[in-house]
């Protein structure tokens, strides 16, 4: 068997992002105000339609703050935004189209 | 320092994307569904409890935060403080178990199972699968506290942190579009 | 200097991964029309009726896809050989990889047999026997996953650790066979499905859990051949 090592991933990488509890507080929010809407604050149609943007935004925000994740991670960045992208059209479509 | 190397292992990102891929085509099915049995849908709906499916989306988010601040300072070089907030986010998502099994345990009793409706069957496939993918982040959470401690090169443990640090964080994150989709979605 | 890998004859049992699968979608999925099946509310008598105008091409295509159904457990040894140059020779890992492999033969093998037994005299039975046999045969090969869920995972989980700079077998590959290992679990739900995405005949428990694993045996089979190049250089 070869004797190759792997080589170790280095520990160079620094985080400019947000402080976690900020993070978390407006992912929080956002959690609470999709249910306010969802309550009927506001139209239905309104309420849901913002649910799903909200929950994009969310997700945006995990990519980013919790898995740290960027654009210029290539390919896997613009990977998971196509992913977001297209979940968030699928499921606002599916929703003005019933 | 550089900021271009991307967290994590690329065959565990692989598995999670392709496990994102999955659960995009539930969505489409779920969605398909609902465009053509809308008042069923919203029916289901309707019947599902706001509150518990907030408490799951909180519980969820706050187990991710302490999870995101386990590799932070993980990568300042405090293991023993990322041990201590990885055995929080175990904690915390431990409550999500808690809670599902009380939002199951609730409609089972009230008669409403698998086969009850269209509706129905998605969000206990649904969720089932998801709760599924929970358990082995569970699992995942409690590899990496037992890592924190072993005496291994502080990069390889870094970049396993991240590798499961990233599939808890799918985990969350399949959860906010389910509450959205499943719960949130009041029909005009 | 270590001493040569003999690999005589380990290029032949990869080549019969390809050749089980394109076996199998001919003979057990065209001739046998399994390829996607019928929905499980399909009446009875639409099956019967089914096997009773075609019972010569799905006696032949079973009886091909039984005699060609032990080239899977071949390709599986093969590449447990390409595993015990990653681990140990006799890692519990290559046995069950081996074993995953060889128990997946005996789960093809067996639903087959009873295609080709409601095949076999369709005239002389009632419409409800063939679909049961129908029904069994389907049951089985969809709800014995866990089986080749075992050969996927001691494969994963062994190549992942591959010491090398550069993996015999690519880290994603693994993972990748890792992951369909995992999303079969999906068929547990089969059963409570007459129609739409989990029936047997669904988006989910036919189309996608047949295509990620057919798929896996030449991509895998690809990656093993240039594994064996390596390991004859080594």
Redesign the interface.
Known sequence: MSAERSP?????????GWP??L??LV??AA??A??L???GLV???V??SL??V??AL??RI??S??????W??RP?GP??DA?LV??TA??LL??W?? | ???????G???????I??????F??F???F??G??AQ?ALYEAGRAQLD??L??AN??IL??S??F???A??QA?GGNWTGARRSLLTALVVGSAFALTKAVEWATKLNHGIG??TN?FF?YYF?FTG?HF?HFLIGMVVLGVLIGRCRRDL????R??WL?AG??YW?MV??LW??L???L?????? | MQDKVDTRYWRFCLWMGPLFIAVFFVCWGILGDNFPPFAPDTPAAEVAGWFRGNAGSVRLGMVVAMTFAPAYGVWGYALAKILEQTIEKDSILVQLARVGAAWTTITVLVPTSFWLTAAFRPEALPDWAIQMLYDMAWLLIDLAYAVTSVQMFALGVGW?SDKRAVPLIP??L???G??VGF?F??EC?MP??RN???ARSG??NFW?EFLIWMGWVPVLTLYAFRAVRRIEAQ
């Open positions: 170790a991933p280095s520990v160079t990488r620094a985080h400019a976690v509890w993070a978390w992912l929080a959690s609470v999709g249910v809407m969802a309550e139209p239905a149609r309420a849901a649910a799903f909200l929950a969310k997700i995990v990519f703050q919790y898995m740290e994740l960027g210029h991670h896997l990977l998971l992913w297209a979940i699928i499921l599916t929703y189209l019933t | 320092m550089s900021r271009s190397e991307q967290p292992d690329s065959g565990v990102w692989f598995f994307f392709a496990d994102m891929c999955t995009a085509l969505f489409l099915i969605s398909l609902r465009m809308p706001l509150m499916g907030l989306t909180l988010l706050t991710g935060a999870m995101a601040h590799t932070r990568r698998l086969t269209e069957t496939v699968v599924l090169p502080q990069a390889d870094l970049r991240e640090g990233a964080h969350d994150l906010i579009v509450f959205a989709m719960y949130l979605q009041r029909a005009a | 992942l880290k994603w693994s993972w990748y890792i992951w999303m679990v999906a739900i409570y499905f739409g995405a989990f988006v989910l996608i």
